[in-house]
């Protein structure tokens, strides 16, 4: 398999959104198949910033929404979900998990976030949560809470949500699938799929980048 990235996917989530989380098991198995071939680059995009309203978690159309759309799709994809109890913001967790890509933990501490949410039911809008969770990937909590405190990535979370606007995602999960052209060729066109798409969608999409068939190293 190729030893450089020869497919970009870009992911525009949302830790409170369980959607974004059960797309998590289809970048797995495509990250699995294709190794270090594909890169897989997380972007953040929060549904409820300040001062968007927050929701009641216990709000009939959530529970409905999880009892016909969110329990099926996890029972399929093999994830433990729990409707959780609060409908904390992100931002704080957003810039987390881009702290912890400084260290190389981005994928430990991104995965921890929303396993903490969506099967422990902990509000990841808490500081100290955050903290905590970090702490069990190896990240230093102290420095952590110097720059949450300081709000160090917090343009960086901007600047996601800003490009997102630019290519009108007003949804999450939204997946780009893009590759390099080939020597003296321009690249094919970028390839969106919208919420959690199936891996036989990402299949296609990579079949339509790549009509010659995935290069092997």
Not at 1 to 28: H, Q
Not at 42 to 48: G, I, S, T
Not at 50 to 55: I, R, S, V
Not at 169 to 187: H, N, T, W
Request: glycine fraction near 6%; hydrophobic fraction near 40%.
């Amino acid at each position: 398999m190729a030893s450089t990235p020869t497919l970009f996917i870009d992911v525009w989530s949302d830790f409170t959104c369980p959607f974004c989380y059960l797309e998590t098991p289809v970048l797995d198995q495509l990250r699995n198949a294709y190794g270090e071939a594909v890169e897989i680059r997380w972007h953040a995009f929060e549904l409820r910033p300040e001062p968007t309203p927050l929701p009641d978690p216990n709000s009939e159309s959530i529970v409905t929404s999880w009892e016909n759309s969110v329990v099926p799709l996890a029972d399929e994809r093999g994830l433990l979900m729990r409707m959780p109890p609060v409908a904390p913001r992100s931002r704080k967790a957003f810039e987390t998990a881009m702290f912890a890509r400084e260290s190389g933990r981005y994928d430990v501490v991104h995965r921890a976030i929303f396993k903490a949410y969506f099967e422990e039911g902990i509000d990841i809008g808490d500081a100290d949560a955050l903290l905590d969770i970090a702490a069990t990937c190896g990240i230093d909590p102290e420095l952590l809470e110097e720059s949450l405190d300081d709000g160090t990535y917090t343009d960086l979370v901007i600047e996601d949500e800003e490009f997102a606007k630019k290519l009108g995602v007003s949804g999450v999960p939204f997946a780009v699938l893009s590759r390099d052209g080939a020597p003296s060729q321009e690249p094919p066109p970028p390839i969106a799929l919208r919420g959690a798409a199936p891996i036989q969608h990402f299949e296609s999409a990579i079949q339509r980048l790549f009509p010659d068939g995935f290069p092997e190293g």
